[in-house]
């Protein structure tokens, strides 16, 4: 049978479902649809158009009643999973495989992870089936579309059956112990010597004779020598990215790191008085990083230059008229730096769901590409490991970056009496090409001050 575009292909042979019309539609038990639109047959007009499923449709006229009958074959479909679409800026990926052929995956169940070079994006399977076929090896790279696997539906349940381990032969029943020899009469005499052999001894003096040492067995001779092995893995894209990323700044950026500290006093006092409060309020709790986010972000509004770029092509300085703060996230695959947008207009509330809310995401794995491109400053909390004082390395094209350390009781002299408060070194890394030494440290007071005191937050100051 052929229609205007020519004879119906892709033709799965196996049962079909009689289909049954609603609303200008052959609707499947299954719920798929098939809408008559346009088709030539004998004269008679129609077309189908299948909006889901896989499959051809097959035209039969009777007095100009038209019954559809559509060879769907799900049951044993195989479809092939193709790899999703990038990011604009990521091109390829490699692939890293949850399953193996003849595994059975539930709808959604993660396939494969593509790693690229700034995130890990999951492959989930379409629907319920066995993997029929790899078609990228391990470790292999793709790009947008390639081809990735083939997926049979079935139910769950369906999968291969695993070979059965042979059972354990059980041990035969040892022999009996011979019967002990019968007991003969005592001796009464010693047994004869036997002769030595005096040509036989060697006549070195003892201090030449060096002792022997017996040959160890394997599991001996490492616990005397030790564990030395050594193996190789092979680095992830997203750890290559990084490290381009930071020999790029480094070779790109005339970094020069500022330093100061802050007593902590204030804020652990305020948020220790408010944070039941807060957290019956908002359903979050309120840590200290909303407290730095936010007193950057006022920091860089009142230092332009910190929140600018060289553009290298250009030799132009690019001023943004937005804050957006890039929070360092530690991950078991890199280091990731998700996005917080237009800090400027949060408060403490908005900022800890927005970091709560990337967190989530990091920690899941599935941060976009969105998640973590652009920003215009960096935070790194290296406190929550302890960190007591470091420089941060810029995160390129930005133009500077904050260090947050751990917070430690000191002593220090606070209107000439020496008192201990909690107190944070914190350090700030800039490009030296752009910002000079004074705006930088303008820049630092103006956090400690809005950290120590909130108050200048609120009156602008």
Same mark, same amino acid.
């Given at each position: ?16 479902s ?6 200008? #539609? ?14 030539? +047959?004998f ?8 909006t889901?499923? %896989?499959?051809?449709?097959?035209i039969? !006229? ?9 060879? !769907?074959? %799900? ?18 990926? $490699? ?10 995956? /539930?709808?959604?169940?993660?396939? !494969? ?13 379409? +629907? ?39 059972p354990?032969?059980k ?17 009464t ?5 036997p ?7 060697? *006549? ?7 002792? /022997? ?29 990084? #490290?381009?990323?930071?020999?790029e ?5 005339? &970094? ?16 220790n008085? %408010? ?10 709790k309120?840590?200290?990083?909303s ?5 950057? *972000? ?13 553009? $290298? ?11 957006? @703060?890039?929070?360092?996230?530690a ?29 989530e ?10 998640? &973590? ?5 960096t ?7 302890? *960190? ?10 930005? /133009?500077?970056?904050?260090g ?15 008192v @201990? ?9 800039? $490009? ?7 705006e930088a440290v ?11 005191d ?8």
């Amino acid at each position: 049978m052929r229609s205007q575009h020519g004879l119906l292909s892709n033709v799965v042979h196996c049962s079909f479902s009689l289909l049954k019309y609603e609303d200008d #539609a052959w609707v499947m038990p299954s719920g798929r649809s098939i809408h008559v639109k346009y088709l030539n +047959y004998f004269g008679v007009s129609f077309r189908v158009e299948i909006t889901r499923g %896989h499959g051809a449709c097959y035209i039969w !006229c009777f007095d100009f009643t038209v019954i559809l009958k559509l060879f !769907c074959g %799900h049951n044993n479909e195989v479809l092939t999973v193709n790899t999703p679409p990038f990011a604009e800026s990521v091109t390829e990926g $490699d692939v890293r495989w949850e399953k193996a052929v003849g595994d059975a995956v /539930s709808e959604d169940e993660v396939v !494969c992870e593509i790693e690229t070079d700034k995130t890990s994006v999951q492959v989930p399977a379409p +629907y319920a089936g066995i993997i029929e076929e790899l078609l990228v090896p391990d470790g292999g790279k793709v790009e947008g579309g390639t081809p990735l696997f083939k997926l049979r539906r079935a139910e769950v349940g369906a999968a291969k059956p695993k070979p059965e381990a042979p059972p354990t032969p059980k041990p035969d029943t040892a022999p009996p112990p011979p019967p002990p020899a019968a007991a003969g009469a005592i001796p009464t005499t010693m047994p004869p010597v036997p002769p030595i052999n005096m040509q036989a001894i060697d *006549s070195k003096p003892v201090s030449a004779v060096k002792p /022997s040492v017996g040959h160890l067995t394997p599991a001996a001779d490492v616990a005397v020598k030790g564990l030395r092995s050594e193996h190789r893995v092979k680095m992830n894209r997203m750890r290559l990215r990084i #490290a381009q990323r930071l020999k790029e700044a480094q070779n790109t950026c005339a &970094m020069l790191t500022t330093f100061n500290e802050i007593d902590m006093s204030n804020i652990q006092e305020m948020r220790n008085l %408010h944070k039941e409060t807060f957290l019956k309020k908002h359903n979050i709790k309120l840590g200290f990083m909303s407290a730095f986010v936010k007193a950057s *972000s006022f920091a860089l509004q009142n230092q332009p230059v910190v929140n600018a770029v060289i553009d $290298d092509t250009t030799k132009e300085v690019v001023y943004r008229d937005y804050v957006d @703060i890039s929070v360092a996230v530690a991950t078991p695959k890199g280091l990731v730096v998700p996005v917080i947008r237009n800090v400027e207009t949060m408060n403490y509330a908005d900022i800890e769901k927005a970091i709560n809310e990337l967190g989530e995401k990091a920690r899941k794995n599935e941060l976009a590409i969105e998640d &973590m491109d652009g920003g215009t400053f960096t935070i790194s909390n290296g406190g929550v490991f302890g *960190s007591m004082f470091g420089t941060p390395i810029i995160n390129p094209p930005q /133009s500077a970056i904050l260090g947050m350390h751990g917070i430690f009781e000191r002593p220090v002299a606070v209107k000439g009496q020496v008192v @201990i408060r909690p107190m944070m070194y914190v350090a700030l890394t800039y $490009d030296h090409r752009l910002i000079d030494g004074r705006e930088a440290v303008l820049f630092l007071r103006k956090i400690k001050a809005a950290v120590e005191d909130p108050r200048v937050l609120l009156l602008d100051i």
